[in-house]
């Protein structure tokens, strides 16, 4: 199996994934409840076999000649986010960086640059301390 449809498959895989929390979400909100707690809004999915996926990272600046981003967010320097090439508008996401975690969702399109699977907005970046193409580990957000 070639690296690409590997990739293919796992992000199929990822995308259904999304289906599911999104899913158990709708019926856990009719179920009604209380508001999650700041440890329970960082609970995550985990990946298949338990763990975190592993991915590389980068901070980007968004175009200040636009005023939305693909996923239409309002684009200022003080957005915060990431860009995926493949993840649904407003997938919310866990990342971690060393020690930092943080809660986040997709706001625009990925960028194209072989190798990189996710662009953190310049803000998002400096918030977790991530400079140049690092290596990241995500999860999808467990919503409760």
């Known amino acids: 199996m070639s690296a690409a449809v590997a990739q293919r498959q796992l992000v199929l895989a990822a995308v259904a994934l999304l289906g599911i ?3 158990l979400a709708v019926a856990a909100a009719a179920g009604g409840g209380s508001s999650p707690s700041a440890a329970e809004e960082l609970a ?8 975190w996926y592993r991915a590389l990272a980068a901070p980007y600046r968004l175009d200040p000649r636009t005023e939305r981003t693909a996923c239409g967010q309002r684009a200022t320097p003080r957005t915060l986010g990431v860009a995926h090439p493949v993840l649904p508008c407003g997938a919310k996401v866990v990342l971690r960086y060393g020690d930092v975690q943080v809660l986040t969702q997709v706001i625009d399109r990925g960028t194209g640059v ?8 310049a803000e998002l970046a400096r ?3 991530l400079a140049g193409v690092q290596p990241i580990r995500w999860r999808f957000a467990a919503i409760p």
């Open 44 to 51: 995550s999915v985990p990946a298949q076999g338990g763990g």
């Open 127 to 129: 918030r977790i301390g």
């Open 21 to 23: 929390v999104a899913a």
């Open 114 to 121: 072989p190798g990189r699977e996710f662009d953190l907005t």
